[in-house]
Each structure stands twice: as C-alpha cells, then as structure tokens.
C-alpha cells in the first residue's frame, strides 16, 4: 500500500492556484491563452453588437428621451 501525503488547505494562501498555474506554465502557452480569451471575448462582443444595437433601437422608438439615461447628483461641496 502506497503512503499518501495530506496537504492542509488551510496553510496556502488565498491566490495559490493562479500563482501555482503561471509557475507550471511557460510564458508563450500563457501568452497564447491570454490570447485565446480575448479573442474569444471580442468575438462574443461582436456577436452580441446587433442585439445591442436592435435594443438601443427599441428604446429610442418607445421612448421620447435618450437612450442612455443620465442624472446629476450633487457631489462633495455642493458640485
């Protein structure tokens, strides 16, 4: 029977397992999955831009003011 080794979660601390991944990883694979997620987060942008541009539309025919709503607020001093 082989002799297991425990490890307390408690002792690592709190970011462990991204410092643990960029560690075991070489810089270009670590580059290229930086990579990977923007592209694929551009890509979901795009995806989305007619559904957001559809929405905008729909608001702006159902409604007479903007798009965007905007409201002052009185800030420090009065501003």
């Known amino acids: 029977m082989a002799d297991r080794i425990y490890l307390d979660l ?4 709190e970011g462990w397992l991204a410092t643990a991944r960029a560690n ?5 694979k ?3 999955h930086r990579s990977l997620d923007l ?3 551009l890509a979901l942008l795009l995806g989305t831009l007619p559904l957001l541009l559809l929405v ?6 159902d409604s007479r003011g903007p798009i965007f709503y905007g409201q002052e607020r009185v800030g420090l ?3």
């Open 10 to 13: 408690n002792q690592l601390h």
């Open 24 to 28: 075991c990883q070489g810089q270009l």
């Open 39 to 41: 592209a694929f987060a």
């Open 56 to 61: 905008a539309l729909a608001i702006k025919l």
């Open 30 to 32: 670590a580059a290229m």
């Open 77 to 79: 001093g009065g501003r």
